[in-house]
């Protein structure tokens, strides 16, 4: 959407008085130029030191699951350029490069437990030298059965954390009591990340033992404290530093760790430089996924459609060890109400251990799961009643008397839900174009045609209480301008060029008078993630905290020598206006120093109103909601399989935008993401547990001719974050992946035209496959009635 056609004119949202000058504005992303030019420095392009050696890990290709049994790493060690091998022996911390539960070893000690799990590492004077090398492994091992699919693990009974619930009511009673029952399950595939710029880092060795690690990492804090665990040295001895990563979308909050700590080892051992950048093939093989699910539901409802009770039941692929499976399914349960109230409910889970690399964080972090299984139990119910689906969804949305999740947490701004919707209806023209698909489904025989309208309502915080603080560092220099640093990560989503606005805006200053700067540990230290979509929630705050700091002291020392009243002292346009006096910042700022006044602030936040208790299963896990709306419109052909996207109309609610162009961008590439993993994004192991998807030529993700011709995007005209948020706005990273379950709740309707009163067993992904599948069992259904 060019930026003139943003809602409100002139890159203002509907509403605004026109009096911020940097926040709300549609400003271009701070590295666009960069990108576009090839001109951002990544990990890979910083210079290397003189010296440089380069490292790649080995592994056993043979071998799925099975204990060590003979390894001959001399043709390795004999190969040309290598200097080093590395094993655990040479570990001189643990072996763990776990986020929390001590699970996962760096290398192999005695048994292999997926295809791909690292057992050595190559040092050598060339990337090309030590890939080569690796090769030439000989390693033998007494093969084990691997444990690799969800019904393995179910025989097996196999899980990488006890099983978990939340309940609400009576849903026992309420299921009994019901009018009518509904069951129903579905397979919810995986979805490989594939950043642009893959899982790498460079580190530097210092003196005493210490270590400088640039790599491409979502948390540098937890890296720099992985990195300590392995080398056994304090984690003020390391310090990592991230300026900006090609993509993370989860795949690099816990799992760049490993490679930072490989790395830093080859480092600590061959007192040179070292950089480890994974080949795509082996990253794709070595890298967990977007966790895939099994999902079973029965709920029941009255003869209109509306819910009485309802159990869920989410089997959750997590891999050979925890990872963040935890955070990562508990958020799967959280959103398996969608946007719907269940007067009683009974939501659990189990986290299903296999011989598989670990599944991990990805944009949603489990939320999308859940919420598919959420939707597609809607339009069964809507085929079951015989509604329209939007009906059907509009019944059950949360109320004013119908506001309580299945988790305990009152919705508190279902009327935004309520208004997003309608206007959408209305907007996208969802009822005659309803009408209009009938029409033409009744005359087509081969296409057929499907429409859907679904909700968005997502949780915005982390579920884990700690995570949800951050800290920020500004300096303020006696020429004017700012030095900014906070503990979040930029990977393109924009979060660097929001909170430099925030600062911006609150010195009152032009954004070329803010330099940012990389993440840095030694900077801001004990850092989360940057994830759960609060990036700009957390360091924007931190970071407006530190700078009213430092201009609160300002103002107190122009009061005093100016004799103004503090009420009269105005920072705008790069000045200081001091009653009907004006001067620079930077002269303010040089007269402030010499009167000795610090001109340097921390700012820290930490996110109100979050109570979860999990052992209980009781309390408030969210800040609020974000909340928005899709509708699309699909043709299958019924004959192939194949599918294209004709139309979406979006209209998503950010609050009050930071940044309308950089949020606009956000929801398109995290629709077209969501889009991809629910059509043609399918990741296939063969039966050995092998991952036979790990290349571009055999992963699609979606292209530009995937994106529909129609692509209507909007900002919903929000009065603002009623929640405490810096300048009242919404997150924006995640929530838009699930604006794409429009498009698989279109392709359901499409197939389900073929025989109307019969419910499509249909799974995600919805490649052609699946279609086609899936329209010959419908077929055959209806064939048999």
Known sequence: MPLEDAPGGAGLLPGDDGTLASVRRPTPHDSAI???????????DIREPAGTLH??????????????????LEPVRQSHGVVAVLTHADIPGKNDVSPALGDEPMLVESEILYWGQPIFAVIATTRDAARRAARKARIVADPLAPVLTIDDALSADETVLPDYQFRKGSPETGLATSQAKLRGQMEIGGQEHFYLEGQVSLAVPGEDGDVFVHTSSQHPSETQHIIARVLSVPDAAVTVEVRRMGGGFGGKESQANHWAALAALAASVTGHACKLRLDR?????????????????TLGHDADGRIRATEMLFHARCGYSADLSLGVVDRAMFHADSSYFYPDALIHSRRLKTNTCSNTAFRGFGGPQGMLAAERMMDALAIRVGKDPLDVRKLNFYSADRDVTPYGMHVEEHATLHAIVDQLEESSDYRARRSEISDFNARSPILKKGLALTPVKFGISFTLKHLNQAGALVHLYTDGSIHLNHGGTEMGQGLFQKVAQIVAETFGVTLDRVKITATHTGKVPNTGPTAASSGTDLNGMA?????????????AFAAEQHGVAPDDIVFRDNQVFLGDEAMPLGALARAA??????????????????TWDRPSASGRPFHYFAYGAACSEVTIDTMTGEMRVDRVDILHDVGKSLNPAIDIGQIEGGFVQGMGWLTTEELVWDESGRLRTHAPSTYKIPTASDVPEAFNVALYASAGNPSPTVFRSKAVGEPPVMLAISVFSAIHDAVASLAPGLLPDLNAPATAEEILRSVTDIKRRKAAR
């Open 543 to 555: 970071a407006q905290i530190a700078s009213e700091t430092i201009k609160a002291r300002l103002v």
């Open 34 to 44: 960069k990108h576009v030019s090839g001109g951002a420095t990544y990990v890979d």
């Open 593 to 610: 120093h010499l009167a000795r006044i610090q001109l340097s602030a921390t700012g820290f936040y930490a996110t109100p109103t979050i």
């Open 55 to 72: 490292v790649v890990p080995g592994w056993a290709d043979d071998v799925v699951r099975g204990t060590i049994t003979e390894i001959d």
């Open 281 to 297: 093939d082996d990253d794709m093989i070595m890298t967990g996924k977007r966790h895939d699910f099994r999902a079973h539901w």
